[in-house]
């Protein structure tokens, strides 16, 4: 069972307007969450991370929001740039507690596509 | 500096040999994980390293191993190749275990098995 989902494949978005993509997780013991994006033939790339003991974090323009009562977290990027084009991930970790690590739980992406 | 980095980049086997995959972290990062991913799908977590020692091991066959040498390089070693085994391998570095901070990918490696 998929314990990180990101339930739309794809998004369009106009250049300039704001992308919003999102991710649901089940797992109530995941308490740190990252989007990652990833261009073909390359390596995921690190863009944001939050804890779950904040409910957003900023970084130039992105913004990551988590609602932890509803398991849901969002990613906005403002504005949206041609660049933006690729697949951004959502994963999740749950504390480290000594019996070993989980690693980090990806969902299966979305699409993001930016058109001019 | 240099990102996380793998060798090589694309591999072509046959079902039953045995292949070695090779990373090296981000310079001063200690922990470094490995991923298996497939098309369509997003990265599975297959091993974690921290200090030469695993950490932790995801849902794969014990076929899948791995170690970390004390530069804190890492190889992924996988025998008897089955064709579901063709997958992008991605290597990912992290300054500490846990949630010290993010996991930092390399570029991958491509290995298919026919």
């Known amino acids: 069972d998929q314990q990180v989902k990101q339930n739309s494949p794809s998004l369009s978005v106009q250049e300039g307007r704001i992308s919003i993509l999102n991710c649901d997780y089940t797992?109530?013991?995941?308490?740190?969450f990252l989007w990652y994006k990833k261009y073909p033939a390359e390596g995921p790339t690190f863009l944001i991370s939050?804890?779950?003991?904040?409910d957003k974090n900023e970084d130039g323009r992105f913004t990551v929001f988590l609602n932890k009562s509803a398991k849901h977290l969002s990613l906005h990027i403002v504005p949206s740039q041609p660049g933006d084009s690729a697949v951004y991930f959502c994963?999740?970790?749950?504390?480290?507690?000594?019996?070993?690590?989980?690693?980090?739980?990806f969902g299966k992406g979305t699409h993001l596509i930016i058109q001019p | 500096d240099a990102g996380v980095t793998q060798s090589p980049t694309h591999l072509i086997k046959t079902r039953g040999q045995q292949v070695t995959l090779r990373c090296s972290p981000i310079?001063?990062?200690?922990?470094v994980s490995w991923y298996q991913q497939v098309l369509g799908q997003g990265p599975q977590f297959i091993f974690q390293?921290?200090?030469?020692?695993?950490?932790g091991r995801g849902n794969f066959p014990d076929r899948f191993s791995a170690r970390q040498f004390p530069n804190y390089s890492s190889e992924l070693n996988v025998n008897a190749l089955l064709l579901g085994d063709s997958a992008l391998y991605l290597c990912?570095?992290?300054?500490?275990?846990?949630?010290?901070?993010?996991?930092?990918f390399g570029p991958g490696t491509r290995l298919l098995v026919l």
């Open positions: 990912a570095s992290s300054l500490l275990l846990g949630q010290g901070g993010p996991q930092y």
């Open positions: 797992n109530s013991m995941f308490d740190y």
């Open positions: 939050i804890s779950s003991i904040k």
């Open positions: 994963a999740a970790s749950a504390p480290y507690s000594g019996g070993g690590a989980d690693g980090l739980t």
């Open positions: 310079s001063g990062h200690k922990s």
């Open positions: 390293y921290y200090e030469k020692e695993e950490r």
